[in-house]
């Protein structure tokens, strides 16, 4: 069989860690091949290898048999393979047809030609049924849009080899069909596609072989076809993976937080961001609020933790108001938070993790002492809190944050905000970006915070973690709660209505 | 060993000494342009830099390093909390007139105590002039850069204004001479004899020492470095970020307030001149920071390194080589070592690379 690309044991170390060790890629012309692993198995830095981003210390590569040598980017792209990233590079103000000619722009007498690029631009969107408009802004078209002008510009480059980093992470369900289709129509006409990716779903869907990473190891590669998905997580992970979240009875206890009337003005318009929302959570219970993105649960935390002020309606915490409470009033009172956003909240990534872990408690006489910090305590809580979380890091509690992986990162947020024993925790999409293993992991956490009786509050986009974590489930569709749902009984369909606005009742 | 040379604290002084280095090597080349035959004797005048006097070369050098600690501190606080204090020239300033007008004026005080209250006002006032930008920042989200760089302006022409009106010396065109509020020399003139040296040298390392305990030993620098690095995190955290940045920038306005008050109070005969110049202790300031990676420690090393420089600039001209040039060698030399962070990223990156190709 005739390998189009071929990484051979390919080995790339970082200071206290080894991203790579002895990994073999062997990709045949016209397949779509996956590439599984966890946060931190080393599939970006692989695929950064082969891009030519990084040098490996050890190992070949190999293009249509022969050895290639590739110090750049440019390199790489005179052996013809392209990279979509998972956050794309293109220029907002820009047209499609500027931004896929960009680099590699015809010019006369110092003038752009276009018209032969967009002849070129319109065939291949017809050949591949990328239905793209060459002259449309960037600005204005959709996320699934953007990723197709990036597709398009590897095509327009006569790329062969096709590298999609994490392509899905971005794209509603309807965005990711298409994807699929498109990646399929590709393959068919002779292109070889490396897919980055730890889901599974997609994996079983599209692609012909996978091989598997962990922990920086080569484990296996395999057919698709003659693989479960529970075989393909057992390889990643190491061990069996729950897919069903385990989880005794619930027994709601008393109320803790009870929500009235709650209204926040929009940053971005006259609308409310949240209009008139009232809603309970009670001890011993995940209360789940689900929705399409962008439609009012982010200014929903940010009013209940205290980040943005509240028009009117109240919050009672515990009995008492704490409606113009500050953020650390809140906090030390028993509000633990998971942000959505863990680089622009979570973490002071320029911190070490051990001033991280402290950072909603630096303040408390555990860790200070007339104002001086306790370096010692502040150490030994980060050891205790590694060691209990199994948060990974280069170098313990010295690590900066910033060097960490997605997962390990929003480990130590997760040991943090459940290290305060708090009594109601909200965590606000936990488990993005991450994979089976973190996620399992985090998933975990939740229930048990549940079972210890402390309150849950979660904010989900993601379908599954609706319908397997909550014991409760609330629907927000533009700023507004539109549904209410017990998961064991509501279909995925019927919440989908809820949550696109097709369908509402009122609540309570 | 291996670990000595892989440390942090290693590499970043040898950085900083590997850009000294090239600096002196351009500053030679300037040399050699300007004045071939005497280039050598020159340069080895400035090498010997403070050295070149005996005792009094030294003197000279604590001397002039102490202003510009302060200055430095002043913007090296500021930077680890994430601002960037260029108006360190104008708080210098406005600090210096505070501390000669409660000298000249304040005759209720007595003597004794008197240089201490004039310092404390030069402290209080630097910091006031911080607090236009910091609120502006803090506030209003108004760029600190613009904000400083204007109350550099605001605080030069005001203090031209006020010196004419209330010390003025008109036959010299300068403020009066605060003779009753001098920085005690505690022995250091006999130490260092004949040179300016005070006691200043001491309360400047001594703030520079307190500044690096603030910083990386309490809750208040924890919550101001967290604030600089990642202001939406801190918020997060419950600090009240408006009230941090404030302060830190009143703070590096403080600092460079008393750099103010040390160097008009030392005694030395310098004068607050009735000039349209702004105050060059302050944008030395924005090199001293740099070169000390902006740890106050590092800072009283770099100050005193660039005092060192231009007391051995000061003899150059034993060789006949005109100001101008002697500026441009100085200015060479330290603007070179403000290169250290860069010299550092190929530090650690040539240890890197060693540590590999076992």
């Known amino acids: ?508 | 060993m291996n670990k000595l040379l892989k440390s942090k604290g290693f590499q970043n002084a040898s950085a900083s000494i590997l850009s000294i280095i090239f600096g002196f090597v351009f500053g030679f080349i300037v040399l050699l342009i300007s004045n071939p035959a005497n280039a050598v004797g020159g340069f080895l005048t400035i090498l010997s830099g403070g050295f070149t006097g005996g005792m009094k070369g030294l003197g000279q050098t604590l001397y002039l390093a102490t202003p510009i600690i302060m200055t430095g501190l002043s913007v090296g606080f500021a930077f680890k909390t994430g601002l960037f204090n260029i108006g360190a020239s104008g708080q210098f300033i406005i600090g210096a007139f505070t501390a000669v007008f409660i000298a000249v004026k304040a005759t209720f005080i007595p003597t004794e105590i008197l240089w201490l209250v004039a310092l404390t006002g030069a402290f209080v006032a630097g910091g006031l002039w911080a607090l236009v930008p910091g609120f502006l920042k803090a506030y209003r989200n108004v760029n600190e850069v613009i904000a400083s760089i204007m109350m550099n302006y605001i605080g030069m022409y005001l203090v031209n204004f006020m010196v004419v009106k209330t010390v003025f010396d008109a036959a010299r065109n300068q403020s009066m001479t605060p003779t009753r509020a001098i920085i005690p020399k505690v022995g250091l003139d006999t130490l260092f004899n004949g040179s300016n040296v005070n006691l200043g040298i001491i309360i400047a390392i001594l703030v520079a020492i307190i500044a690096y305990i603030v910083l990386e030993k309490t809750t208040f620098g924890y919550e101001l470095k967290a604030c600089g690095y990642n202001r939406s995190a801190s918020q997060y955290a419950g600090m009240n970020s408006k009230r941090n940045i404030l302060l830190s920038m009143v703070i590096a306005g403080a600092f460079a307030g008393l750099g103010g008050g040390l160097l008009y109070l030392a005694g030395s005969g310098k004068h607050i001149q009735v000039v349209d110049i702004l105050a060059a202790e302050g944008f030395n300031g924005i090199p001293v920071a740099l070169l000390g990676l902006s740890n106050p420690i590092g800072i009283i090393f770099a100050a005193i390194f660039v005092a060192y420089i231009n007391v051995g600039g000061f003899y150059m001209q034993l060789y006949k080589f005109v100001p101008e040039v002697i500026s441009i060698m100085v200015a060479a030399i330290i603007y070179l070592s403000a290169f250290s962070l860069f010299f550092r990223e190929q530090i650690s990156a040539f240890f890197k690379k060693r540590t590999e190709g076992k």
């Open chain 1, 1 to 508: 069989m005739e390998y189009v690309i071929e990484m051979l044991n390919i080995t790339k170390e970082f200071p206290g860690i080894i991203a790579n060790d002895d990994i073999t890629l062997q990709v045949r012309k016209g397949e779509i091949h996956a590439l599984l692993g966890e946060n931190g198995a080393g599939k970006s830095t692989l695929m950064s290898v082969l891009f030519g981003l990084y040098k490996a210390e050890k190992g070949t590569i190999k293009v249509n048999g022969q050895v290639a040598k590739i110090h750049n980017p440019n390199d790489a792209k005179k052996y013809g393979i392209g990279m979509v990233h998972q956050h794309f590079k293109l220029v907002h103000n820009f047209t499609v047809l500027e931004n896929v000619v960009l680099g590699v722009e015809t010019v006369e007498n110092g003038f752009l030609k276009l018209k032969d690029a967009r002849e070129k631009v319109e065939k291949i969107s017809k050949q591949y049924n990328l239905f793209i408009d060459p002259d449309a802004l960037i600005s204005d078209i959709s996320v699934g849009m953007e990723q197709r002008v990036e597709i398009l510009k590897m095509l327009y480059r006569e790329n062969e080899i096709l590298i999609f980093d994490e392509p899905t992470a971005v794209l509603t369900p309807q965005e990711i069909d298409e994807l699929m289709k498109i990646m399929k129509n590709l393959a068919s006409e002779g292109k070889s596609i490396i897919f980055i990716t730890h889901k599974l779903n997609e994996i079983k869907q599209v692609a012909d072989r996978v091989t598997v990473l962990r922990k920086g190891k080569y484990i296996a590669t395999v057919d698709v076809a003659t693989t479960s998905k529970e075989e393909m997580s057992e390889m990643m992970v190491g061990r069996k993976v729950l897919f069903e979240v385990e989880k005794g009875e619930q027994k709601p206890g008393e109320v803790i937080l009870e929500v009235k009337n709650l209204v926040v003005k929009s940053k971005h318009s006259h609308k409310n961001a949240v209009n008139n929302v009232s809603f309970k959570v009670r001890r011993g219970e995940i209360l789940c609020i689900a929705g399409i993105e962008g439609n009012g649960q982010t200014d929903l935390v940010y009013a209940l933790t205290g980040l943005t002020p509240i028009e009117s309606g109240s919050l009672l915490f515990k009995g008492s108001d704490i409606t113009h409470s500050t953020i650390r009033q809140r906090s030390v009172s028993g509000i633990s938070h998971i942000p959505e956003d863990r680089h622009k909240h979570g973490l002071v990534l320029d911190y070490n993790l051990a001033e991280n872990l402290v950072l909603q408690s630096y303040f408390q006489k555990d860790y200070q002492n007339n104002g001086f910090l306790k370096f010692e305590a502040i150490y030994k809580h980060a050891t205790d809190l590694i060691q209990q979380f199994d948060i990974r890091s280069g170098e313990g509690a010295n690590s900066k944050t910033r060097s960490m992986s997605g997962g390990n990162q929003q480990k130590a947020i997760v040991a943090r905000e459940i290290d305060k024993n708090p009594d109601l925790l909200i965590a606000v999409q936990p488990t993005r970006g991450l994979d089976v293993g973190a996620i399992e992991y985090i998933h975990k956490k939740l229930v048990e915070q549940r079972d210890a009786g402390k309150a849950v509050l979660l904010v989900s986009l993601e379908m599954i973690e609706v319908m397997n974590v909550s014991d409760r489930i609330l629907v927000m569709y533009e700023g507004e709660l539109v549904g209410q749902a017990d998961p064991r009984v509501v279909s995925q369909q019927e919440l989908g209505l809820y949550m696109s606005g097709s369908k509402r009742e009122v609540i309570e």
